[in-house]
Structures are given as structure tokens and as C-alpha cells.
């Protein structure tokens, strides 16, 4: 899978926003992301770990190194993205 095909997936941004700060478990990460389902979520980091964007650490999962730069790499689309909402 192409790495902007994985990004336009449903939950992916959220799980990579959900990570910046640090690792964190499934159920934590189901907590942030209320909507998500169980089955969605556990597709979403298979993928996420199977493109080197996340790492498993303690029975958790954490940005890779290319997930931090990957995050990195996308703050200038934030800044758009702020500016056109408001205008």
C-alpha cells in the first residue's frame, strides 16, 4: 500500500496525532478515538507497523523514527489547513 493511500484511510491522521506525545496502548488509543472499533483500530496500527510509521514498545505502540518525521512533514498542511479555515 502507498504510503498517501494509508494516510487517507479512515483514523490514520487521528492514531498518528494521537501519538506525538508518546507510546500508548490499544485501549488508550481506543479511548481518544471513540468512534474507532476494535477491528478498525487493530487494522489500522497492523498497517500503520507494517509501513514503518510505528513500533511496538512494552505492550504499546510508538511513532518510529519515520513516523516522527513523517508528522514532521506534514505540520506545514496543518498551517494551511488552519489558514483556510479561517478565512
Same mark, same amino acid.
Given at each position: 500500500?502507498?504510503?498517501?493511500?494509508?494516510?487517507?484511510?479512515?483514523? %490514520?491522521? $487521528? &492514531? &498518528?496525532?494521537?501519538? $506525538?506525545? /508518546? #507510546? *500508548?496502548?490499544?485501549? @488508550?488509543?481506543?479511548?481518544?478515538?471513540?468512534?474507532?472499533?476494535? %477491528?478498525?483500530?487493530?487494522? $489500522? *496500527?497492523?498497517?500503520? $507497523?507494517?509501513? /514503518?510509521?510505528?513500533? #511496538?514498545?512494552? /505492550? @504499546?505502540? &510508538?511513532?518510529?523514527?519515520?513516523?516522527?518525521? *513523517?508528522?514532521?512533514?506534514?505540520? #506545514?498542511?496543518?498551517?494551511?489547513?488552519?489558514?483556510?479555515?479561517?478565512?
Amino acid at each position: 500500500m502507498a504510503l498517501f493511500d494509508l494516510l487517507g484511510r479512515r483514523w %490514520t491522521l $487521528r &492514531l &498518528l496525532w494521537e501519538l $506525538r506525545e /508518546g #507510546p *500508548l496502548g490499544f485501549r @488508550a488509543l481506543q479511548e481518544r478515538c471513540d468512534e474507532v472499533s476494535p %477491528t478498525s483500530l487493530s487494522q $489500522r *496500527l497492523k498497517e500503520l $507497523r507494517a509501513a /514503518g510509521v510505528i513500533e #511496538p514498545m512494552d /505492550g @504499546a505502540v &510508538l511513532l518510529s523514527r519515520e513516523g516522527k518525521a *513523517l508528522l514532521k512533514a506534514l505540520a #506545514p498542511l496543518q498551517k494551511w489547513a488552519d489558514r483556510w479555515a479561517a478565512r
